[in-house]
């Protein structure tokens, strides 16, 4: 008991992981990842198994959304990509919650939930945190001028506390200028 205490303070900051009769193993966990996934800040009304003593810190799955564009869409087209989370069970969302500072750490969300994640008309990649398991559907309604090309996948199976690509691609037809019709001029005919 004594060498885990005297381990402890030396390698201040790390997880003891495992305990047994000839030794022990520990892993350090950065404040982005590691072994225990994604650390984020736990909503307002998140539940976290324990509290933490130093800072509310939970491990998060992130829901990375990124939205290509092909072709040329008009000056200020926007893409609103909306992201739906539903709950499920066998939650392996949750481990322990640590003393890490939860500043600057981005904010989870707990299922159910729905955002909308909008894009500029070049596309980007943004980033959705989900706090517990869930299934996400990932929907576009396209701005005028551009088609849905895909989204892959349509639905995510978040499990685990780790990254999700999800990629939405558009495609836009360049405007098309619109030309003043010519001026018909006709010449009266007389017949009599």
Known sequence: MSRVRGVRGIVAGMFVIGAATVGFAA???SAGAG???????????????????DGRV???AQLEVTKVVTGTPAPG?????????????GDG??????????QQLPQGQTPPFTTTLTF??????QSVFITRSADCSVTEAPPPGCTLTSIDPVVTQVRQPVMYPVTVT???DPPVAVQPAAAVVETPRFTG
Request: charged residues 15%; negative net charge.
């Open 120 to 125: 500029p008309e070049g596309g980007g990649t």
């Open 93 to 102: 969302m949750r481990p322990p919650t640590d003393g890490v500072s939860s």
């Open 58 to 60: 939970a491990s998060c």
């Open 170 to 172: 558009n495609n836009c």
């Open 27 to 29: 892993s350090a966990v």
């Open 77 to 89: 087209t926007t893409f609103d990509v909306v992201v739906n989370c539903v709950p499920v069970g």
């Open 35 to 53: 072994v225990d996934g994604i650390r984020c800040e736990p909503p307002e009304d998140g539940i976290i198994v324990q509290p933490a003593q």
